[in-house]
Every structure is written in structure tokens, then in C-alpha cells.
């Protein structure tokens, strides 16, 4: 037993010995073949020999990214929520345990009301302190749903977050916390959005994938693009800044330290940063940090119309061709568009002196403006400028869904050879405008008019193309208006719609 145990000690003493060498050679610096080999972390001559002058600006450059992160994270919250959800639930909820309900109770059967809770975080920015009340702006798809809120800060503080107010058009929101006065609290300095430009140097900060404060650098490039495809009414400055998930709500930064944009969304079929960045100008969004410490909601203003994007062959077909601008393609009856005399089929190019570009703009300017404000336009109508003045109502959550009160009540699209092969229209004498998208309860449904018809007169006036259609169509000339419509080779009447 006792030469055993020898044996078993030398064992372990030679192991222990192999051990301790191969570990002191993993640690020790070797040399193999030459004496001229080098190791990085032995080397004392660079390879790289950077030019002091250039090394000065990139320093420079450095120092400037470091003081501005320094001065704006402070302001950069972390914004933790929960939200409470209510689902429908049914019998087969249950299974596998009771697949046909719960026989021993009453509601068995029965659709039941399941709450749960879903957590998730964000980013935010500190925009305003009045007292020991302190704001964050953040966006709607972060905080505005949330029952609990917490905020942290870049110093580790925690406080309890209540929900200001919130807005889905514009996807931002509003959270306060109470903080004392001798609370560390930085608020962010506000810049000015219109004066960015592409190729900007730009920092997108936040707490993306859940690590906060971060900091990304990149530049602008673009501005000016549209928010329509994920049903915002701003307009949006593009950055390479990475974005990801968690960026939501926090700010994006010009080489000043000021505040340029809200953090939005991103361009990407993975949820990552791919380098497709999109935050809201903080010119769009100063007006709201007002409206909701003061009423809680913000406030739009209303004109009336429903615009619709036209092509080019729509354009010339409208008679407007080469211009830029917002087609009003209906009308609301009574609204303050009607009341000062817009009309349906006018092509509005101008508001209040600027010139409108787009859809998406004359929307955007629309909302900014206050309730009460008369505001002027420039439309062409039947080829000719037509200028008007119109005072614009608040927008409520009822305004412009009333679709008994819009006229025509369809959109009138140009009878090219393309759809009139669409609507198997062999007669070639046939003329007029082709009928889209009837609205149920309009107008054109009370006259029985359906999508596919064609329009070829007005009031028995032969129409032959979307200008005359229009111009036929006026409002302020007539008491009532009907239709003659061609379907199947059919021409009726309808009946007359009185004003």
C-alpha cells in the first residue's frame, strides 16, 4: 500500500512540475529562430509613423467628441415601462387541461378577459425643469401606452416617471419625474433643426439594446425625408449613425452639443442598424413640449381635404404637368376648406408664400398651424392661379371622418387605353373619367354610383378628361350635381345631390 501511495505522489509531483512549466512558458516572452522576432506587446518602434500635424486635427477631433458626450449624456435617460394589455380569451385557452371549458364553472364557454403585462425600455432626453418637475421627450411608441415608467439617469439615479402626454401622429411623448433642486439634473440644449445640412457631423445617443448612455458618431445624410411609410406626419433627417433598437427617444446631436432630432426608427429588414437611421427635427417637435405641459395633448390644425399622390400622366391629364405640389382629390362639406373656397380637383401650390413640394409637407404645415388662423393659398384651377384665404379649425378625433360629408365621395382617375381595357371598354367613342375607391356613405354611394363606372357628364355637360370633370364639379356654381355614368355598355342618369 505504502509503495502505492509513493508511486501515486510521484505521479502527482511530475504532473505538477509539467504544469508549472508549460505555465510559466504560456506567461514568459519566447523567442523562436531569430533574435529579431518581436511581439506586440514588446514592440518600442511603431510601425505606423503619423504625421504630428495630421495627428493634432484627429486629436483635436477626438477632444471634440469627448467634450461633447461629456456635456449631453447627462441629459440622456434610459426610460423603462411596463404596459398592461387586456386580450380576449376562449375555452381553448385552457388546454390541455379542460378542452372543452371548465365544467365545474358557470362561465364555462364563455370568452373571458386576460390582463398581462409586457416590459420593455427606451431612451429619452431631458428638455425642460420647472420647479422640482423635471420633462423628457421621448417617442409615443416607447412611453405612450406605458402604466409604470421609470427613468434612469446617467448617474445611476432612479425616479418614478408619469406620463405627460402623448401623440401618434408624430410618435413623441412627454414624461415627467420630480427631482429636488439640488438633484443633479442636466437639461439638453435645444438647437435648430433647419439649419442642418447633409454631411453633418452628427452623434445618435440613447440606450440602445439595453446598454446606456452609448454614443455613436456618423453624419447626415439626408434631410427632408418622408415618415409616410410608418404613418408619421414629420418629415425626418437621415443619419449613418447607428440606430438599434433601444436608440428610440434619444437624442441626435450636432458638433455644438445642441439637440437636431428625436431618434426614431430605422430602415432595416434584420431590427438592426444597418445604416439607414431616421430621427424627427426638433423644430417639428418644440411646439408639442408646450401643448403638452399645457393642455396634455397637442394640437392640430384642420383644413378639410383629402390629398392624394398623382403621377405624372395624372398631372397632365389634371392639366398641371411639370408643377409641384398637393392635389386635393375631395372635399369636406362645411369645413373650413369649403368655407373659403377650396374645391375638389384643386392642385394647391403655395401656402402662406411658400411653395408646397409634396403631399406630406402641405400635412405637416397644415397640423402646425393654429386653430383660428386664417391662412393663405395659391391653387391652379382650370389652368388658372386662384388664390384663397381660409381660416383653419382645430382637428379633432372626428374631423375628417365623417364620410357623408365628402364629396365626391370618390377618387377620378384618368380613362386611359390602360383601364379602359381594364374595364373592358371596347367603344372607342366613350369619354369621361373612370371611378376609384367609392367611400360607403358618401355622396357617390347615396347616388349609386360604384368603382369601375365612368363619369361622361356633369349636370348633362360632356366631360372628356379629369380637368373638365373638375371644373364641372364646382361647388360654388351649382345647387345640385348629377352624373350620367357608363358601366357595361350602359349609360344612366343618377339622381340629382342637393347642397
Given amino acids: 500500500m505504502k509503495k502505492i501511495t509513493k508511486r501515486i505522489l510521484a505521479a502527482v509531483a511530475s504532473g505538477a512540475l509539467a504544469f508549472a512549466f508549460v505555465s510559466l512558458s504560456c506567461s514568459k516572452t519566447r523567442v523562436y529562430g531569430s533574435a529579431d522576432t518581436v511581439f506586440a506587446e514588446t514592440s518600442s518602434n511603431p510601425s505606423v509613423s503619423i504625421p504630428k500635424d495630421a495627428l493634432n486635427v484627429v486629436e483635436a477631433l477626438q477632444s471634440s467628441f469627448r467634450a461633447i458626450s461629456q456635456g449631453v449624456l447627462p441629459s440622456v435617460v434610459e426610460i423603462d415601462v411596463t404596459e398592461k394589455k ?24 364563455k370568452e373571458k378577459e386576460r390582463e398581462y403585462t409586457q416590459q420593455g425600455l427606451g431612451s429619452g432626453v431631458i428638455v425642460r425643469r420647472t420647479g422640482d418637475t423635471v420633462y423628457v421627450l421621448t417617442n409615443n411608441h416607447v412611453a405612450g401606452n406605458a402604466t409604470d415608467i421609470k427613468v434612469k439617469l446617467n448617474d445611476g439615479q432612479e425616479f418614478v416617471g408619469k406620463l405627460v402626454g402623448a401623440d401618434e401622429r408624430q410618435d413623441i411623448a412627454l414624461v415627467s419625474f420630480e427631482a429636488q433642486k439640488d438633484s443633479n439634473i442636466v437639461v439638453a440644449s435645444l438647437g435648430d433643426s433647419d439649419n442642418v445640412h447633409t454631411g453633418d457631423i452628427c452623434l445618435a445617443m440613447g440606450a440602445p439594446l439595453g446598454y446606456s448612455q452609448s454614443v455613436t458618431q456618423g ?57 439607414l437611421g431616421f430621427a424627427m427635427p426638433i423644430n417639428s417637435i418644440k411646439k408639442a413640449i408646450d401643448d403638452f405641459i399645457s393642455k396634455g395633448k397637442i394640437t392640430y390644425g384642420w383644413l378639410g381635404v383629402t390629398l392624394v399622390d398623382v403621377t405624372d400622366k395624372y398631372k397632365e391629364n389634371l392639366g398641371v404637368q411639370g408643377k409641384h405640389g398637393a392635389f386635393a382629390a375631395q372635399i369636406f362639406i362645411d369645413s373650413p376648406a369649403h368655407k373659403g373656397g377650396l374645391q375638389a380637383g384643386d392642385f394647391i401650390v403655395e401656402l402662406n408664400g411658400k411653395a408646397v413640394k409634396s403631399q406630406a409637407e402641405l400635412i405637416r404645415e397644415v397640423g402646425y398651424l393654429p386653430a383660428g ?40 382617375s384618368p380613362l386611359t387605353d390602360d383601364v379602359k381595357k381594364e374595364l373592358n371598354i371596347t367603344d372607342s367613342k366613350i369619354s369621361g373619367v373612370a371611378v376609384r375607391n367609392v367611400l360607403e356613405k358618401s355622396p357617390a354611394a347615396a347616388l349609386r354610383i360604384q368603382s369601375g363606372d365612368v363619369i361622361t357628364a356633369v349636370n348633362d355637360k360632356k366631360v372628356k378628361n379629369l380637368e373638365e370633370f373638375y371644373e364641372a364639379l364646382n361647388l360654388s356654381n351649382n345647387k345640385e350635381i348629377w352624373f350620367d355614368v357608363y358601366n357595361n355598355g350602359h349609360t344612366i342618369s343618377t339622381g340629382h345631390y342637393k347642397f
Fill in 86 to 109: 387586456t386580450v380576449q380569451t376562449t375555452p381553448f385557452d385552457d388546454f390541455p387541461f379542460f378542452f372543452f371549458g371548465r365544467p365545474d364553472r358557470e362561465d364555462s364557454g
Fill in 219 to 275: 453624419i447626415i445624410s439626408a434631410t427632408g425625408r418622408s415618415g409616410s411609410q410608418i404613418g408619421n406626419m414629420n418629415d425626418f433627417i437621415q443619419t449613418d449613425a447607428a440606430i438599434n433598437q433601444g436608440n428610440s427617444g434619444g437624442p441626435l446631436v450636432n458638433i455644438y452639443g445642441e439637440v437636431i432630432g428625436i431618434n426614431t426608427w430605422i430602415a432595416s429588414s434584420s431590427g438592426g442598424s444597418v445604416g
Fill in 373 to 412: 388662423k386664417t391662412a393663405d393659398f395659391k391653387v391652379i384651377r382650370n389652368g388658372k392661379t386662384v388664390s384663397l384665404k381660409v381660416k383653419i379649425e382645430e382637428r379633432s378625433k372626428e374631423s375628417g371622418t365623417d364620410s357623408s360629408k365628402l364629396w365626391p365621395g370618390f377618387i377620378a
